[in-house]
């Protein structure tokens, strides 16, 4: 099975962050989103993937050839036309019989693939959710689905698509996409990925759903933070620090520096952070960053950002500097 990861976004919901940064190499609970979907990948025996870059792609290529050792093919998406025009350009690596899995790059989960991959059809991940119209949505008929829609105004259901879409044949859902690029069909001024598979299903493709109830997106601080705390609930305590007391769950790489200063719980400090006599909650110290004499909670310190100073609530960019001493 082949795995496509469509990463070529500027993350605009996440800046200052990604001015610097493309938001798949956002930090959370000591590694890189991509990190966590790439290392997924792998546990399921994953190791065949397509990734379209855009925004800072060379960075994201960089990442992935120094930290992993899958095998990627890497597809500049030059105009950002939609989910589909994404998918639709990395048509060459995914024509033929061999299953596909498409993820998007801003979404980590937790889920039993083969749920999907047994099924014997096409499948979708789904999830209730509260307000489905800020998602594409599926409407069932007879254990299939029968109907997709993008971000509907008034939903019927909240069956929620939560980016991990199993083809069961990506020929057909190929031959869907050119139909649509080709005939300039567009939904909210983008190709989406959703029209293709509804033309699939029109078609006589039988699409069954599976519930993804580890769904955690990272596409806002708020939801990066929320994130970052699921993360570390699953992870092991850190090593004791002389001098620095340690709220569990938390995570300290073992190339940070921290000295008099009460970490956690919920907190990651990236390699190469430095958190002196600080106290630091359920926040994201990114890699290279300095916190000294602050007391931070729900923040998050973009890449070789410097804080100083006393309580606050921060969302600061890469290479910032705040001085609030």
Same mark, same amino acid.
């Given at each position: 099975m082949k795995a496509i990861i469509p990463v070529a976004g500027v993350g605009t919901r996440l800046r200052p962050h990604t001015y610097t940064l493309p938001k798949v190499l956002l930090n959370v609970a000591g590694k890189p989103i991509l990190g966590h979907i790439l290392d997924a990948l792998k546990a399921h025996e994953i190791d065949e993937a397509t990734i379209i870059v855009g925004y800072m792609g060379d960075l994201v290529e960089e990442y992935v050839r120094k930290h992993h050792t899958l095998k990627v093919n890497f597809i500049y998406q030059e105009e950002r036309l939609g989910l589909g025009h994404s998918i639709w350009i990395a048509r060459e690596n995914i024509m033929g019989d061999e299953p596909l899995l498409i993820i998007l790059g801003d979404t980590i989960f937790d889920v039993d693939l083969s749920l999907a991959t047994n099924s014997g059809f096409s499948t979708l991940g789904v999830k209730s959710v509260e307000d489905p119209r800020r998602f594409g949505v599926v409407e069932m008929e007879k254990g299939f689905i029968s109907r997709l829609i993008e971000k509907p105004e008034n939903p019927t259901t909240n069956l929620a698509l939560v980016g991990l879409y199993f083809i069961n044949?990506?020929?057909?859902?190929?031959?869907?996409?050119?139909?649509?690029?080709?005939?300039?069909?567009?939904?909210?001024?983008?190709?989406?990925? %959703?029209?293709?598979?509804?033309?699939?299903?029109?078609?006589?493709?039988?699409?069954?759903?599976?519930? @993804?109830? $580890?769904? *955690?997106?990272?596409?806002?601080?708020?939801?990066?933070?929320?994130?970052?705390?699921?993360?570390?609930?699953?992870?092991?305590?850190?090593?004791?620090?002389?001098? %620095?007391?340690?709220?569990?769950?938390?995570?300290?790489?073992?190339?940070?520096?921290?000295?008099?200063? @009460?970490? $956690?719980? *919920?907190?990651?400090?990236a390699a190469g952070a430095k958190v002196v006599d600080s106290v630091i909650k359920d926040s994201i110290i990114s890699d290279g960053a300095t916190v000294t004499a602050s007391m931070l909670e729900q923040s998050i310190i973009g890449n070789n950002a410097i804080v100083r100073g006393k309580f606050s609530r921060l969302n600061v960019g890469d290479s910032s500097e705040i001085d609030r001493s």
């Open positions: 044949n990506p020929a057909l859902l190929v031959q869907c996409l050119d139909e649509i690029i080709g005939n300039n069909i567009r939904t909210r001024d983008e190709f989406q990925l %959703t029209d293709a598979l509804q033309m699939m299903i029109n078609r006589g493709e039988k699409f069954t759903t599976f519930p @993804v109830e $580890g769904w *955690y997106d990272c596409g806002k601080p708020e939801t990066l933070l929320s994130t970052n705390r699921y993360l570390l609930d699953g992870m092991s305590a850190p090593k004791l620090i002389d001098g %620095t007391v340690i709220i569990p769950p938390a995570f300290i790489s073992s190339k940070a520096h921290v000295e008099r200063s @009460v970490i $956690g719980p *919920y907190t990651t400090v």
